[in-house]
């Protein structure tokens, strides 16, 4: 897609084909929190009505099948009071230009796709409608608004009968000077909005049409496979000869922007080996010989050191200094009072201290990073990924090849899974670099070992929590620290006095009647490569604090669902909580041999609850028979789809909970492939059930919408071990349950 030079309708109109084009603001989102407050809100989606009644939405959100596309379809069809089948949707491409052109990609990250542009999007949809209405007004003559009805983009006349398409209309409506706003629809006129639809992207993804980036093809193209030093912060020693059959070797470095901990700006750490196919450029990767240059740290790259540190910090840290330098290892207050705690703790009757332990982990996403680029030195760059973060991808090229924005194209292809690592851009870096070596279209590829070898990885954890009761049972006093690697740090983002929002994430500001508290992050000084990945801090956290409540439970001898329930103080968690323990069973017998664990939380401004119930535990694995959740994510506008999103996550964290591990021996990652990195088959999937909170009678805009894509995964793996103490009699404080799981021969 080109990017327009220009905000002006003329150039909109040439742009789309269409006859009205209407510009809306949608905010831009980050996960980078207070440390990118200051983001200017941006143009960045478009709705075009045809004047052969055809209607599109042009939205700049990645699809990695989360379905937020099709539900903000959903929203401005209800809006526009049309069938949801009418709306077209199409990919929209980034744009360096501020303010941003309408159709530029957003940054599609932590679950915002739907709550941050669920508002804009009916008021861009209730803006058109009313500029169409008005066309059809000033052609009948007749400006009285209520004698026209509306029904599947035909406007009515109602005392003459006259009836006008949009279609027909959108020609005048062009002209009109949009309306700062228009009235939205009442809640209780929707058709659309809280009703589950078929979701737009799935047919062709049935059929095969769909174009993930492995899908891509184009003429005179080679094919490149990446191969890293095998130690985190290697760096080339010497380019190998090319072997007999290879197009070229071409070494690619590091370059800013895509630096991570160890991985350091300027390190050559890779080659590409190039060949007429995958295949052959595979093998020859496999075989190739390369001599690396170790860092001086490599020795100090071991699992053991990382916990010695963490157990270290979590004992005694420096704090945090404003105006200081507050290097890796500093001690952040995000909440409450560390003295006051002490007081509260030494005249509980009861406490309970424990050290809880989360390890990296791989995103393993289906689909292995890749990118297509074709490159004409100082005439073009056309870019095809599988991209979270297409503005970036394109200030990247920019910067790589010094062409000016109008001569680069960045096309966004379908993710075959993106959780975060999509987000990254150094695998697109490495094929513009490899691109511009070869000066003809190339694919580059990682094959799944360096796709585990050389992630950036949910970051490790070590949280030290300690919490006391008194003689009713009521928890007096609460104290919790989080060490963990910084994601935002290794970005180069300043932080501050609260520390990283990432590592804090769904530990502080909990609605429970804590008595005294106080929250506390510390930075990890480890440098492997960190990054977002699927409810990032909340899936440690949660663990945590779940896990912990469940210890105060026994503690003090009661339910844990009703020891919860009593301490909550925000209706509606309490309400969330319920429903769990009513979809899951909680007040029925369980059977022989099985047991049930719950767990809540909160995240991306949505509350999680979930039962789970188990069998069959052994010293290698166990059975999750049943999963209950319970989402409020205030408004949910495809229920179906929050279901399906609900589902994934919550494999996805069964996953993470009983076999998700990377570790490092002297900086080189062990887990290679699914071979060794355990995954759930399909005879071991659990009964899942879910349940959402009903939307409200009356959407309050000033109330904040929920994500969903993320919300299944923090709160499970607290309830497995909830559960699994109830079974075996003994706490799992340490995550996954069966670190050395394989596939058996996969």
């Known amino acids: 897609m080109n990017h327009p030079a220009s905000n002006s309708r003329r150039n909109f109109l040439k742009s789309a084909g269409s006859a009205l084009v209407l510009g809306l603001f949608l905010p831009t989102f980050s996960r980078f929190g207070d440390a990118e407050a200051a ?39 209800e809006e526009l009071m049309v069938d949801f089948a009418r709306v077209r949707t199409v990919q929209g491409a980034p744009t360096l230009v501020s303010p941003a052109p309408i159709g530029t990609a957003i940054n599609t990250v932590g679950s915002g796709v739907t709550r941050n542009n669920f508002w804009k999007m009916r008021d861009a949809g209730a803006i058109a409608r009313e500029m169409l209405v008005q066309a059809a007004m000033n052609a009948q003559g007749d400006q009285t608004r209520s004698n026209y009805t509306l029904a599947n983009g035909v406007i009515t006349h109602s005392p003459t009968g006259m009836a006008r398409t949009y279609g027909a209309l959108a020609d005048a409506a062009a002209l009109l000077t949009p309306p700062a706003s228009a009235p939205l629809l009442p809640d209780a006129a929707f058709q659309l909005i809280g009703k589950t639809l078929p979701r737009t992207d799935i047919p062709n993804k049935v059929d095969g049409s769909a174009k ?57 750490n890779a080659v590409a080996v190039v060949g007429t196919n995958t295949w052959d450029a595979w093998q020859a990767a496999k075989r190739l010989t390369v001599s690396w240059k170790l860092p001086s740290t490599a020795a100090s790259l071991n699992d053991a050191k990382f916990l010695s540190d963490a157990a270290a910090l979590a004992s005694n840290a420096p704090a945090f200094v404003a105006g200081g330098l507050n290097p890796p290892g500093t001690l952040y207050t995000v909440e409450g009072s560390r003295s006051a705690v002490s007081t509260a703790l030494a005249s509980a009757s009861k406490t309970v201290e424990a050290t809880y332990t989360l390890p990296y982990v791989a995103h393993a996403c289906m689909e292995v990073l890749n990118c297509t ?39 966004t292809t379908y993710l075959g899974g993106g959780l975060g690592r999509k987000a990254e851009t150094d695998f697109i870096s490495q094929a513009v670099q490899v691109g511009m070596a070869l000066q003809r279209p190339v694919k580059l590829m990682w094959p799944r070992e360096e796709d585990f070898t050389h992630d950036q990885y949910r970051p490790m954890g070590l949280i030290k929590a300690k919490a006391g009761l008194d003689a009713s049972g009521q928890i007096v006093g609460w104290s919790y620290r989080n060490v963990s690697p910084s994601i935002l740090a290794q970005r180069g983002l300043a932080l501050g006095a609260s520390g990283d929002s990432q590592g804090i994430e769904a530990a502080n500001g909990l609605p429970y009647n804590f008595g005294q508290r106080v929250t506390e992050y510390v930075t990890h000084p480890s440098p492997i490569p960190v990054g977002f990945w699927r409810s990032v801090g909340a899936s440690l956290n949660t663990f945590a604090v779940e ?3 469940d210890e105060l439970a026994a503690a003090a001898g ?51 609850a979930e039962v789970v119930e188990i069998s069959n535990v052994t010293s290698t694995g166990l059975t999750v028979n049943r999963v209950a959740v319970a989402i409020d994510c205030y408004l949910a506008v495809n229920p179906g789809a929050v279901e399906a999103q609900i589902t994934g996550g919550v494999v996805h964290g069964l996953n993470a909970a009983l076999y998700g591990r990377q570790s490092f021996v002297n900086g080189a990652a ?43 995964v923090p709160t499970f793996a607290p309830a497995l071990a909830n559960a699994y103490f109830k079974l075996a009699g003994k706490r799992q404080r340490s995550l996954p349950f069966f670190p050395n799981a394989t596939m058996g021969g996969l």
């Open 39 to 77: 983001t200017n809100t941006q143009v960045n989606t478009w709705l075009a009505v045809g004047s052969d009644d055809s209607i599109t939405l042009t939205i700049g959100s990645s699809d990695m099948g989360q379905g937020a596309n099709s539900g903000l379809a959903q929203v401005l069809a």
């Open 212 to 268: 993930y980036g492995l899908d891509i093809r184009l003429p005179n193209m080679v094919y490149a496979v990446i191969k890293h030093c095998p130690t985190l912060g290697g760096t080339l020693a010497s380019t190998p000869v090319k072997p007999a059959g290879v197009i070229a070797v071409i070494p690619t470095k590091v370059v800013a922007g895509t630096a991570r901990g160890v991985e350091a700006v300027g390190n050559v």
């Open 373 to 411: 680029v074709d490159y004409v030195a100082g005439a073009k760059c056309v870019v095809y990924a599988p991209t979270q973060s297409a503005k970036n991808v394109l200030s990247l090229v920019a910067t790589l090849t010094g062409l000016s924005a109008d001569k680069i194209t960045i096309n």
């Open 547 to 549: 896990c912990l409540i």
């Open 558 to 608: 009661q339910d844990p669902y009703q020891f919860r329930r009593a301490r909550l103080t925000n209706p509606r968690w309490i309400a969330v909580l319920d429903a769990a323990a009513q979809l899951g069973g909680w007040h029925t017998p369980v059977a022989a041999g099985r047991a049930r664990g719950i767990a809540i939380g909160g995240a991306f401004n949505s509350i999680v």
């Open 670 to 712: 062990q887990k290679k492939n699914f071979s060794s990195s355990r995954m759930i088959r399909l005879r071991e999937m659990p009964a899942i059930a879910v349940t959402i909170i009903p939307n409200p009678a009356v959407a309050d805009r000033t109330q904040t919408i929920g994500g969903v894509g993320e919300l299944g």
